[in-house]
């Protein structure tokens, strides 16, 4: 195998690792970390950089291998029209191999390329739902604890307001009854001036009568 098709193999076992790494079924928190890491670090911006290259050059290598993938069978079809020796079947039927497995290579290098790719940043995005739902969860519990709070305060304030309206209605009742002993006062007082000027009317009345009496004994 040639250097350049070693290194792409050597990319293929990469990418397997790091596909089999995202499947397994590690901690939550380790898996959150690592991602957030992963797609948060600087360094990641350069080595995608680096890896669009680096696929670019895979594809290149694919349409190459297909190419000679389309000789070969070419060079086999006349190879079969024409009848050669064994040595020139088994050299056609070599470079069948090689093209169809370097074809093979870099195809699956790049399929696998595309999907690792979709499942790290389908695994990024829902660990981000994950962590807006955790955060929309912790809102919403404090949401319902200070509504909580807020219903604890009304019924504490409706029961002062009730306790206010209660010692409101008796201190009415007993400006009431303050106003009506006012009344019985003031009604007894008149009747007692008007008892007074009765007992004064008469009083002097029996003086008069008295001095008449007086006065009619010293005639006699």
Known sequence: MSLPYTMVFALLMTEMLVFIALILPLPHSWRRG??????QSPLMGQVQHIMKIIFV??????????NRVVKVEEASEHSHHHQQDHMSQSNVAARRFYAQRNM?????????????????????????????????????????KEYERALESE?????????????VATHASAKRDLDNLKKQAKQQQEEYVRLA???????????????KNLEDKKDI
């Open 34 to 39: 690592t991602l957030k890491f992963l797609s």
């Open 57 to 66: 050059y895979v594809f290149v290598l694919f349409v190459d291998s297909v």
């Open 104 to 144: 093979y290579l870099t195809g699956f290098t790049l399929f696998l390329s595309l999907i690792l790719n979709r499942s790290f940043f389908l695994i990024l995005d829902l660990l981000q739902s994950e962590e807006k739902m955790e955060t929309i969860r912790n809102e919403a519990s404090v949401q319902s």
């Open 155 to 167: 019924t504490k304030l409706k029961k002062e307001v009730k306790e206010l309206n209660d010692i």
């Open 197 to 211: 000027d009765a007992n004064t009317e008469m009083e002097k009345k029996l003086q008069g009568v008295e001095l």
